[in-house]
């Protein structure tokens, strides 16, 4: 997955979890992470096919083995840029309240859907509102 760099190399050593005053973000990368402008260069996974506009997001490995088989059928589609966890709460929410908004994407998957999710992606992302971060010290509740 491409993407633009907007914290300190080695950062994931210190946990997966971003807070908003985040100390390992680089200095001046706030206002690309507020405004999701570091996402844009996966606009070339997506033209690669590797990656939709629309779809569960990708996630690191140490989540993936947290999931238990029902959970992990988010990934019979595509990851996509946007998705209906992202603006349902993003993540604010835990990690099987997403994987939940995730599925539920999945069994009513269709374009107008797609076309509405990236729609409501756009107001929250220019709104500013899509600056998410947890709400506690853990994803997964």
Do not use: C
């Amino acid at each position: 997955m491409i993407k633009l760099r907007t914290m300190h190399l080695g950062a994931e050593r210190s946990g997966t979890i971003t807070s908003r005053d985040d100390s390992r973000v680089i200095r001046g990368a706030r206002l690309l992470r507020r405004y999701k402008i570091d996402e844009i260069p996966q606009l070339l996974n997506v033209l690669g096919g590797t990656m939709a506009l629309v779809g569960p997001r990708p996630t690191v490995l140490e989540d993936v083995l947290r999931m238990d088989d029902r959970q992990r059928m988010r990934y019979s589609v595509r990851p996509g840029l946007t998705g209906l966890a992202q603006i349902e709460g993003n993540t604010r929410l835990t990690w099987p309240e997403r994987i939940e908004w995730d599925l539920k994407y999945i069994g009513s998957r269709s374009t107008a859907y797609d076309v509405w999710i990236l729609k409501r992606t756009v107001e929250l992302v220019f709104s500013g509102a899509a600056d998410t971060h947890p709400g506690s010290d853990g994803e997964w509740g």
